[in-house]
């Protein structure tokens, strides 16, 4: 069935340090895919998404390019601060049976130390 | 940005009695879900709603569970009877299309069955 993976349950990181966070789907369509950022008390929002394949999102200095040879949708920043300290989510949007379908992956909480 | 709001944001309830989590979406918004997040655990989809209709239910949207939006007003999740396993943050979204839109999440609503 379809799925979300993220590897990574917690990823610290030190101030200006640069982010690699891991997310592979499995589907047999044509995903759009997702990045939400959920802090601490709050909903999950919207990150960034791409809808076709090999292309590249942005938002706020993170990046993610769709990989549909390696089913991949990694999130990258450069450099990150501490506001970035917050749990990320990979999910896509699938078209399953005439009913578009949202799956998250497991989240990836991310602590950036001063 | 637009916002969508849960009353309430805690609910401490016994075990076997009714609860209702209330969402109140974007206004333009036409689609609806309810997520559930166990503390500490990823965030989980239960169900899909539109045009008065559920959509798509999860393994987890057990018979115990109703959802409805009456009228266009507040789109609700019912628990009755609840169950302790049912504690839980039980996150509303909205989105204006299935088409590539993203979802809007509420802040949550803490359950918490004693």
């Known amino acids: 069935g379809d799925s979300v993976i993220q590897m990574q349950g917690q990823v610290t990181l030190s101030e200006n340090d640069f982010l690699f966070i891991n997310c592979t789907y499995s589907t047999t369509g044509y995903p759009t895919l997702f990045w939400y950022v959920q802090y601490s008390g709050e909903g999950p929002q919207l990150l960034l998404q791409?809808?076709?394949?090999?292309n590249k999102g942005s938002s706020r200095g993170f990046e993610a390019t769709y990989d549909k040879g390696t089913t991949s949708f990694h999130l990258q920043k450069t450099s990150v601060q501490e506001i970035d300290s917050a749990v990320y989510y990979c999910a896509m949007r699938e078209l399953n049976t005439g009913n578009y379908k949202y799956v998250f992956g497991a989240g990836t909480r991310l602590k950036v130390i001063a | 940005g637009p916002k969508v709001l849960q009353i309430p944001s805690h609910q401490i309830i016994d075990m076997g009695q009714m609860v209702t989590l209330n969402c109140d979406p974007v206004?333009?918004?036409?689609?609806f879900y309810w997520y559930k997040q166990i503390l500490g655990q990823q965030m989980e989809f239960l169900v899909n709603?539109?045009?008065?209709?559920?959509?798509?239910k999860s393994k987890l949207f057990k018979d115990q569970f109703s959802v409805e939006r009456p009228d266009g007003s507040y789109f609700t999740l019912k628990i009755q009877p609840t169950a302790l396993e049912d504690s839980a943050v039980y996150f509303c979204a909205s989105s204006p299309d299935w088409g590539g839109y993203e979802q809007y999440f509420g802040p949550g609503t803490r359950l918490t069955v004693l």
């Open positions: 709603f539109y045009n008065g209709k559920v959509m798509e």
């Open positions: 206004s333009n918004h036409l689609y």
């Open positions: 791409v809808t076709t394949a090999n």
